[in-house]
């Protein structure tokens, strides 16, 4: 389903209504080029969740991890990835088992590594430089 955003708080808005519809140990995987909103909206799925931390990317850690909302959120940008076999050796699977929320920025990088109910979210920009065109696959926002 393709959604349209014309700010970073629509974005965000957008991230907030898609995790009250996810159940723990989701996996949201991102594709979208550099600076297209990924962050804006895991920022958004944070907020849903109850956590005040703030939420920002975490190209350099890869996976950040955020807690004290209903559920856990583990926000990994994988932008400098080359398989999921470096996935596999940060522990991915620990997260998994460990009930939260996967946010996965440049999935694209791991795509053998993603089960089949992930939930894929591609952001692309608009015809603004504001607007993007937020693309939902495997759940539905009303």
């Known amino acids: 389903m393709e959604h349209y955003s014309a700010s970073e708080q629509e974005t965000e808005a957008l991230g907030e ?15 979208g080029d550099l ?18 931390q703030r ?4 190209t350099f850690t890869i996976v950040n991890e955020y807690e004290g909302g209903r559920l856990p959120l583990f ?8 398989s999921s076999d470096e996935l596999f050796d940060i522990g991915w699977e620990d997260f998994l088992r460990r009930g939260g929320i996967c946010a996965v920025e440049w999935s694209e990088n791991v ?26 696959k495997g759940v539905a926002l009303p």
Request: proline residues 6%.
């Open 17 to 31: 209504a898609l995790v009250s519809r996810l159940s723990p140990g989701a996996v949201v995987a991102f594709t």
């Open 55 to 58: 939420v920002t990317s975490p």
């Open 111 to 136: 795509t053998d590594a993603l089960e089949p109910d992930t939930v894929f979210i591609d952001i692309r920009r608009g015809e603004t430089p504001d607007s993007r065109v937020i693309t939902i």
């Open 35 to 52: 600076g297209a909103g990924k962050t804006a909206f895991v920022r958004g799925m944070a907020r849903g969740l109850g956590i005040t």
């Open 75 to 82: 926000h990994f940008d994988l932008y400098r990835l080359g």
